[in-house]
Protein backbone atom coordinates (compact mmCIF):
# COMPACT_ATOMS: atom_id res chain seq x y z
CA UNK A 1 0.00 0.00 0.00
CA UNK A 2 1.39 3.73 -1.51
CA UNK A 3 2.02 6.40 1.51
CA UNK A 4 -1.35 7.93 -0.27
CA UNK A 5 -3.50 5.15 0.25
CA UNK A 6 -1.75 4.75 3.52
CA UNK A 7 -3.23 8.25 4.78
CA UNK A 8 -6.93 7.89 3.10
CA UNK A 9 -7.28 4.49 4.91
CA UNK A 10 -5.74 6.26 8.31
CA UNK A 11 -8.12 9.39 7.54
CA UNK A 12 -11.22 6.98 6.61
CA UNK A 13 -11.08 5.24 9.95
CA UNK A 14 -10.63 8.28 12.12
CA UNK A 15 -13.70 9.75 10.68
CA UNK A 16 -15.66 6.70 11.32
CA UNK A 17 -14.56 6.10 14.65
CA UNK A 18 -15.89 9.95 15.07
CA UNK A 19 -19.27 8.90 13.75
CA UNK A 20 -19.74 5.39 15.42
CA UNK A 21 -22.25 4.10 15.86
CA UNK A 22 -23.34 3.86 12.43
CA UNK A 23 -25.85 2.81 10.14
CA UNK A 24 -25.14 2.48 7.24
CA UNK A 25 -27.00 2.55 3.70
CA UNK A 26 -25.84 -0.10 1.21
CA UNK A 27 -26.88 -0.02 -2.16
CA UNK A 28 -24.82 -3.32 -3.12
CA UNK A 29 -21.94 -1.19 -5.34
CA UNK A 30 -18.77 -0.85 -5.20
CA UNK A 31 -18.70 2.47 -2.62
CA UNK A 32 -21.17 1.29 0.05
CA UNK A 33 -19.91 -1.98 -0.14
CA UNK A 34 -16.58 -0.94 0.41
CA UNK A 35 -17.80 1.63 3.37
CA UNK A 36 -19.59 -1.46 5.06
CA UNK A 37 -16.82 -3.54 4.86
CA UNK A 38 -14.10 -1.12 6.10
CA UNK A 39 -16.31 -0.05 8.96
CA UNK A 40 -17.59 -3.30 10.30
CA UNK A 41 -13.85 -4.52 10.50
CA UNK A 42 -12.38 -1.46 12.40
CA UNK A 43 -15.05 -0.29 14.68
CA UNK A 44 -15.52 -1.64 18.08
CA UNK A 45 -19.42 -0.99 17.76
CA UNK A 46 -20.52 -3.12 14.86
CA UNK A 47 -22.72 -0.63 12.34
CA UNK A 48 -26.08 -1.55 11.46
CA UNK A 49 -26.50 -2.39 7.78
CA UNK A 50 -29.45 -0.87 5.89
CA UNK A 51 -30.51 -1.99 2.42
CA UNK A 52 -33.88 -1.06 0.56
CA UNK A 53 -35.09 -3.50 -2.17
CA UNK A 54 -37.14 -1.98 -4.17
CA UNK A 55 -37.75 -2.47 -8.32
CA UNK A 56 -35.50 0.69 -8.45
CA UNK A 57 -32.57 -1.47 -7.16
CA UNK A 58 -30.55 -4.11 -9.32
CA UNK A 59 -31.68 -7.88 -8.25
CA UNK A 60 -27.77 -8.37 -8.57
CA UNK A 61 -27.05 -5.50 -5.96
CA UNK A 62 -29.45 -7.14 -3.37
CA UNK A 63 -27.93 -10.13 -4.28
CA UNK A 64 -24.35 -8.62 -3.71
CA UNK A 65 -25.28 -7.34 0.03
CA UNK A 66 -26.91 -10.70 1.36
CA UNK A 67 -23.66 -12.17 0.24
CA UNK A 68 -21.02 -10.25 1.57
CA UNK A 69 -23.65 -9.81 4.50
CA UNK A 70 -22.77 -13.47 5.20
CA UNK A 71 -19.75 -13.36 4.46
CA UNK A 72 -18.67 -11.10 6.85
CA UNK A 73 -20.96 -11.42 9.30
CA UNK A 74 -23.00 -8.43 8.83
CA UNK A 75 -26.04 -6.91 11.24
CA UNK A 76 -28.25 -6.31 8.01
CA UNK A 77 -31.84 -4.99 8.12
CA UNK A 78 -33.46 -4.97 4.19
CA UNK A 79 -36.34 -2.36 4.25
CA UNK A 80 -38.92 -1.17 1.68
CA UNK A 81 -37.80 2.68 0.97
CA UNK A 82 -41.45 3.59 0.34
CA UNK A 83 -40.50 5.27 -2.58
CA UNK A 84 -43.19 4.02 -5.04
CA UNK A 85 -46.02 5.38 -2.52
CA UNK A 86 -44.44 9.17 -3.24
CA UNK A 87 -46.04 10.44 -6.71
CA UNK A 88 -43.25 13.23 -6.78
CA UNK A 89 -41.10 10.25 -7.38
CA UNK A 90 -43.42 8.34 -9.95
CA UNK A 91 -43.49 11.43 -11.57
CA UNK A 92 -39.95 10.80 -12.90
CA UNK A 93 -38.83 14.91 -12.28
CA UNK A 94 -35.18 16.35 -12.87
CA UNK A 95 -35.06 16.07 -9.43
CA UNK A 96 -36.41 12.69 -9.04
CA UNK A 97 -33.61 11.42 -6.70
CA UNK A 98 -34.24 14.21 -3.96
CA UNK A 99 -37.67 12.01 -3.33
CA UNK A 100 -36.05 8.96 -3.58
CA UNK A 101 -33.24 9.29 -0.77
CA UNK A 102 -36.42 11.40 1.25
CA UNK A 103 -38.16 8.39 1.27
CA UNK A 104 -35.16 6.36 2.00
CA UNK A 105 -33.37 8.15 4.88
CA UNK A 106 -36.85 8.72 6.44
CA UNK A 107 -37.14 4.83 5.93
CA UNK A 108 -33.96 4.33 8.02
CA UNK A 109 -34.62 6.60 10.65
CA UNK A 110 -37.87 4.40 11.42
CA UNK A 111 -35.61 1.31 12.54
CA UNK A 112 -32.64 3.41 14.38
CA UNK A 113 -31.40 6.55 15.85
CA UNK A 114 -27.91 6.36 14.67
CA UNK A 115 -26.67 8.37 12.63
CA UNK A 116 -26.83 7.65 8.98
CA UNK A 117 -23.95 7.27 6.29
CA UNK A 118 -24.12 6.64 2.79
CA UNK A 119 -21.19 5.66 0.23
CA UNK A 120 -21.12 9.30 -1.86
CA UNK A 121 -17.57 9.78 -2.39
CA UNK A 122 -15.54 12.65 -3.61
CA UNK A 123 -16.27 12.85 -7.21
CA UNK A 124 -20.20 12.78 -6.71
CA UNK A 125 -19.47 16.22 -5.27
CA UNK A 126 -18.90 17.51 -9.26
CA UNK A 127 -22.45 15.93 -10.64
CA UNK A 128 -25.93 17.48 -10.20
CA UNK A 129 -26.75 14.92 -6.93
CA UNK A 130 -30.14 16.39 -5.14
CA UNK A 131 -30.03 13.49 -3.36
CA UNK A 132 -27.23 14.80 -1.33
CA UNK A 133 -29.67 18.21 -0.43
CA UNK A 134 -31.96 15.01 0.67
CA UNK A 135 -28.85 13.59 3.04
CA UNK A 136 -28.24 17.00 4.36
CA UNK A 137 -31.55 18.06 5.31
CA UNK A 138 -31.51 14.59 7.52
CA UNK A 139 -28.18 14.84 8.64
CA UNK A 140 -26.33 11.84 6.79
CA UNK A 141 -22.80 11.88 6.62
CA UNK A 142 -20.53 11.17 3.87
CA UNK A 143 -17.14 9.69 5.38
CA UNK A 144 -15.58 8.94 2.11
CA UNK A 145 -16.20 12.94 0.93
CA UNK A 146 -14.71 13.82 4.78
CA UNK A 147 -11.63 11.78 4.24
CA UNK A 148 -11.12 13.09 0.55
CA UNK A 149 -11.46 10.22 -0.85
CA UNK A 150 -12.94 9.78 -4.46
CA UNK A 151 -14.01 6.60 -6.83
CA UNK A 152 -10.68 5.62 -7.87
CA UNK A 153 -9.42 5.78 -4.16
CA UNK A 154 -12.59 3.64 -2.79
CA UNK A 155 -11.57 0.95 -6.00
CA UNK A 156 -7.61 0.46 -4.41
CA UNK A 157 -9.64 0.13 -0.34
CA UNK A 158 -11.63 -2.42 -1.88
CA UNK A 159 -8.28 -4.40 -3.21
CA UNK A 160 -6.93 -4.05 0.18
CA UNK A 161 -9.43 -5.42 2.38
CA UNK A 162 -9.83 -8.53 -0.27
CA UNK A 163 -13.07 -7.36 -2.28
CA UNK A 164 -11.52 -8.20 -5.40
CA UNK A 165 -14.59 -9.25 -6.96
CA UNK A 166 -16.43 -5.94 -6.13
CA UNK A 167 -13.68 -3.50 -6.78
CA UNK A 168 -13.47 -3.47 -10.86
CA UNK A 169 -17.62 -3.12 -10.80
CA UNK A 170 -18.60 -0.45 -13.27
CA UNK A 171 -20.65 2.33 -11.98
CA UNK A 172 -24.30 0.97 -11.50
CA UNK A 173 -26.56 3.80 -10.46
CA UNK A 174 -30.71 2.50 -9.91
CA UNK A 175 -32.60 1.72 -12.57
CA UNK A 176 -34.87 4.71 -12.38
CA UNK A 177 -31.88 6.59 -13.64
CA UNK A 178 -32.49 4.85 -17.12
CA UNK A 179 -35.79 6.27 -17.61
CA UNK A 180 -35.81 9.59 -19.54
CA UNK A 181 -36.57 12.25 -17.22
CA UNK A 182 -40.60 13.33 -17.26
CA UNK A 183 -41.53 9.44 -18.66
CA UNK A 184 -43.29 8.02 -15.21
CA UNK A 185 -41.24 5.69 -12.98
CA UNK A 186 -43.32 2.33 -13.28
CA UNK A 187 -41.97 -1.11 -11.60
CA UNK A 188 -42.56 -3.39 -14.44
CA UNK A 189 -40.29 -0.49 -17.04
CA UNK A 190 -37.86 -1.20 -14.29
CA UNK A 191 -38.06 -5.47 -13.74
CA UNK A 192 -37.38 -4.96 -17.34
CA UNK A 193 -34.59 -2.90 -18.24
CA UNK A 194 -32.93 -5.21 -14.71
CA UNK A 195 -33.43 -8.56 -16.91
CA UNK A 196 -32.50 -7.18 -20.12
CA UNK A 197 -29.14 -5.80 -18.75
CA UNK A 198 -28.65 -9.05 -17.07
CA UNK A 199 -29.33 -10.82 -20.16
CA UNK A 200 -26.69 -8.89 -22.19
CA UNK A 201 -24.17 -9.26 -19.08
CA UNK A 202 -24.04 -12.84 -19.99
CA UNK A 203 -23.12 -12.28 -23.33
CA UNK A 204 -20.90 -9.33 -23.14
CA UNK A 205 -19.68 -9.98 -19.20
CA UNK A 206 -20.48 -9.38 -15.78
CA UNK A 207 -18.04 -6.13 -15.93
CA UNK A 208 -19.18 -4.59 -18.79
CA UNK A 209 -20.73 -0.91 -18.43
CA UNK A 210 -24.75 -1.40 -19.98
CA UNK A 211 -27.50 0.84 -19.87
CA UNK A 212 -31.05 -0.32 -21.59
CA UNK A 213 -32.76 3.22 -21.31
CA UNK A 214 -36.53 4.17 -21.70
CA UNK A 215 -36.56 7.18 -23.43
CA UNK A 216 -39.83 8.44 -25.47
CA UNK A 217 -38.55 7.27 -29.01
CA UNK A 218 -38.45 3.82 -27.28
CA UNK A 219 -35.43 1.76 -25.91
CA UNK A 220 -31.84 2.58 -26.28
CA UNK A 221 -29.06 0.16 -25.36
CA UNK A 222 -25.90 1.99 -24.53
CA UNK A 223 -22.56 -0.01 -24.03
CA UNK A 224 -19.24 0.85 -22.86
CA UNK A 225 -17.53 -1.18 -25.72
CA UNK A 226 -19.06 -0.94 -29.18
CA UNK A 227 -19.26 -4.28 -30.85
CA UNK A 228 -17.22 -4.76 -33.78
CA UNK A 229 -18.93 -5.10 -37.60
CA UNK A 230 -19.48 -8.98 -37.06
CA UNK A 231 -21.21 -9.02 -33.89
CA UNK A 232 -22.91 -5.47 -34.00
CA UNK A 233 -25.70 -7.18 -36.48
CA UNK A 234 -26.54 -9.88 -34.48
CA UNK A 235 -26.60 -8.16 -31.23
CA UNK A 236 -28.88 -5.55 -32.39
CA UNK A 237 -31.16 -8.11 -33.90
CA UNK A 238 -31.42 -9.79 -30.23
CA UNK A 239 -31.72 -7.20 -28.68
CA UNK A 240 -35.13 -5.43 -31.12
CA UNK A 241 -36.20 -9.49 -30.38
CA UNK A 242 -36.17 -9.11 -26.69
CA UNK A 243 -37.74 -5.73 -26.70
CA UNK A 244 -40.37 -6.55 -29.13
CA UNK A 245 -41.35 -10.03 -26.64
CA UNK A 246 -41.41 -7.87 -23.98
CA UNK A 247 -44.00 -5.17 -25.82
CA UNK A 248 -41.07 -2.34 -26.20
CA UNK A 249 -40.17 -1.05 -29.28
CA UNK A 250 -36.27 -0.82 -29.67
CA UNK A 251 -34.56 1.95 -31.35
CA UNK A 252 -30.78 1.39 -31.30
CA UNK A 253 -27.43 0.26 -29.77
CA UNK A 254 -25.37 3.51 -29.28
CA UNK A 255 -22.48 4.47 -27.30
CA UNK A 256 -22.46 4.71 -23.23
CA UNK A 257 -22.95 8.32 -22.50
CA UNK A 258 -23.65 9.10 -18.70
CA UNK A 259 -26.99 10.36 -17.68
CA UNK A 260 -28.15 10.50 -21.28
CA UNK A 261 -31.66 9.65 -19.80
CA UNK A 262 -31.75 12.97 -17.37
CA UNK A 263 -32.84 15.95 -18.69
CA UNK A 264 -32.41 18.95 -16.43
CA UNK A 265 -34.71 21.92 -15.83
CA UNK A 266 -34.25 25.36 -13.96
CA UNK A 267 -34.83 24.63 -10.68
CA UNK A 268 -37.59 26.52 -9.21
Known sequence: MNDALLAAEKRLKEILAGYSPLAIAVSGGVDSLTLATVAHRVLPVAPLMVHAVSPAVPLAATERVREMSGREGWSLREISAGEFADPDYRANPYNRCYFCKSNLYRSIRTITDRRIASGANLDDLSDYRPGLKAAAERDVVHPFVDASIDKTTIRQIARVYQLHHYSDLPAQPCLAS???????????????????????????????????????PGVY??????????????????ARRYCEQAGYAFVAITAYRQGSAFVKEKAT
Do not use: C, N, W, Y
Open 221 to 238: VELGEMPDQETAPVLEAR
Open 178 to 216: RVETGLPIRAGDLSFIDEFESELRQTLGELSTVRVRIRK
